[in-house]
């Protein structure tokens, strides 16, 4: 299985985002164009790729084709409810930074590895605050978010981590072995190919894979977001877009690993939002979505099919994606479970719960002057 992610810094944003509120977008149905450049200013990447038993790269089936028309429909904003517009032209190559954990350096508390999500803090607008930092203490708060600009903008990286999933009941029942160990240092695995002598005799012949993690199966899904989702949040106030996606075989975990990432970033964004961000006045929102069959739904919307379309500035957009203004970890969960029932679900042989679309969750935060997203994807 297997997750991608990315990071934008945007020029022009405001002009931009008056109306239409785009989002740069991995587009998973052209994976052979993913890496292309663009002639966006800045670009982080992350990625993440978990495995089965043995698990190949093996892309899903193809997203539906972008329409082309020129024509965009104007708005009126609802307070509740923003139709979003999707962009799916952003491809780049520079790298991201190793950055301090959204926890660090903020005097936020560094939550527990592994803690389950139903765990999950809850952040109320207002009644939760801390003081503000005054003085001294503000100037290495405003020190702090200028170096982790400064950070962003130098140096990026696409990060590949890859999760193996323990063996399912069918292969247990099958008394199949497990043929993928992790590697003496942590970011390699091997895979154990038996293989035949000519003369019959066995063998095993060992493949060994490097990225920039492997977790093994016994891992936590808060320890996987603390290797993907979570370097990824602080930056994303620098004017960033970021994506997350798992990609990966039926049956290898994506759904698994994906569904519980949301709610952890979402946590950790208003935790920015209402600490370190408090006077920006950004506000947090969600929309979700899926392409199913070459169509787009929208999950949060009785899923009511929706249209791709590009802009005069040649940007692909979602039209009429309904965005919920979000204040508490407790109405995005809702509004996750909302979007996670009602997508399409079919039986296959290694999944009977398969999901079969892409899902697509994003978390787009603003205030007056810019627009940061993150988006997590469930192919
Ligand atoms: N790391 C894991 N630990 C325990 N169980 C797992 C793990 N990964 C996956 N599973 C289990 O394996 C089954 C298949 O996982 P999941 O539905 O996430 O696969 P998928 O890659 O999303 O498949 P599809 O592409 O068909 O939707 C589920 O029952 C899930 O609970």
Known sequence: MNVVGRQMTRSNSTAHHQRQYSDNFLDVSYNSNWLQSSNCPSSQEFGFYGTGRMNRKSPEPGTPPVCSRKNNEEYVLPSDFIPGLLDLHSF?????????????????????????????????ATDKLPNMPC???????????SLDKERANTVAKIKVVVRKRPLNKKEIAKKEEDIITIGSNSNALVVHEKKLKVDLTEYVE?????????????????????????????LIFNRTKATCFAYGQTGSGKTYTMQPLPLKASQDILRLIYHTYRNHGFQLFVSFFEIYGGKVFDLLNDRKKLCMREDGKQQVCIVGLQEYK????????????????TRSTGTTGAN????????????????????VKISLLDL
């Open 135 to 145: 003085g001294n203490a503000e100037n290495k708060v405003l020190k702090s978010i």
């Open 206 to 234: 060992k493949h060994e894979f490097h990225f920039d993690a492997v977790l093994n199966e016994d891992v936590s899904n808060g320890e996987v977001y603390s290797e993907t989702v979570e370097p990824m949040i602080p």
């Open 92 to 124: 780049d190559t520079e790298l991201l930074s190793e950055v301090p954990s959204v926890h660090e350096g903020y005097g936020l508390q560094k939550p527990v590895r592994g803690k389950s999500f139903d765990d999950s803090e809850q952040y109320i």
């Open 352 to 371: 009977e719960e398969s999901s079969r679309s892409h899902g697509i969750l994003q978390l787009p935060s603003r205030d007056q002057l810019m627009a």
């Open 326 to 341: 979000v204040l508490d970890v407790q109405t995005i969960k809702e509004l996750i479970e909302r979007g996670n029932a």
